[in-house]
C-alpha cells in the first residue's frame, strides 16, 4: 500500500471515486447524527480544489484508490471549526502553525478491515509529530459509541508514540423539546 499526498484534485474519474468512496463512508450518518456530517458536493469539491488542504490517498499495490483522507494546518480552510478557539487555547501552536485537523478519512467497503485507514492515521499522525504539534478531528457520538472510533484512533496513535495524550477538548448536545397532545 502506498500513501500519496496531494494538494489539489484535477483528474476528473481521481474526483469522482473521491466523492463516491467519500459518500459511501458518511451518508449513513445523516440518518444517525444531528450535525449534517456528509458535505454537499459542492463542498466537497472546494475541498478537493483548496490547496491548503491536503488530500491523503491510499493506494493498493495496483494503484487503485482505496482510501481517502483530508488533512491541514491552516484552521481557516475548515468550515465548521472556530479557528478562535484554537488560537485562545494553544497560542503558540497556533501562531506556529502547529495544528491539524482531519477533515474525514474514508475508505473504500473493498479495503475496510485492510491497512488503509491505519496507513492514512499514521501517515498524518508523523507530519504533526514531527513538529510536536496537535491532531484535532470530531467524532460523532454514534461513530463514538457503536464504532468506538475515539478509541481506535487512540489506540492506533499510541502503538506509534509513547508520550500521546488524548483529550475530548470540547462536546456538543442536541436537545428536543416535544409537545404530545393533551391526555
Request: with cysteine; hydrophobic share 45%.
Amino acid at each position: 500500500m502506498l500513501i500519496k499526498v496531494i494538494d489539489r484534485i484535477t483528474d476528473a474519474t481521481l474526483h469522482e471515486t473521491m466523492w463516491k468512496m467519500y459518500t459511501d463512508a458518511f451518508e449513513e450518518l445523516n440518518h444517525l447524527a444531528v450535525q449534517r456530517h456528509l458535505m454537499f458536493r459542492s463542498e466537497f469539491d472546494e475541498v478537493m480544489a483548496d490547496t491548503r488542504v491536503d488530500k491523503y490517498l491510499a493506494l493498493d499495490d495496483d494503484g487503485t484508490i482505496c482510501g481517502v483522507a483530508t488533512y491541514t494546518n491552516d484552521l481557516e480552510a475548515v468550515p465548521l471549526i472556530a479557528p478562535q478557539y484554537f488560537e485562545r487555547h494553544w497560542p503558540e501552536h497556533y501562531a506556529a502553525h502547529k495544528i491539524w485537523y482531519i477533515g474525514f478519512v474514508a475508505v473504500s467497503p473493498h479495503a475496510q478491515g485492510r491497512e488503509a485507514f491505519a496507513q492514512l492515521v499514521e501517515q498524518m499522525y508523523m507530519v504533526a509529530s514531527a513538529q510536536n504539534g496537535l491532531v484535532c478531528l470530531d467524532i460523532c457520538n454514534h461513530n463514538d459509541e457503536v464504532r468506538r472510533m475515539s478509541r481506535v484512533f487512540r489506540m492506533m496513535v499510541s502503538r506509534l508514540s509513547d508520550n500521546m495524550k488524548f483529550t475530548r477538548i470540547d462536546q456538543q448536545s442536541y436537545w428536543l423539546y416535544e409537545f404530545p397532545s393533551a391526555a
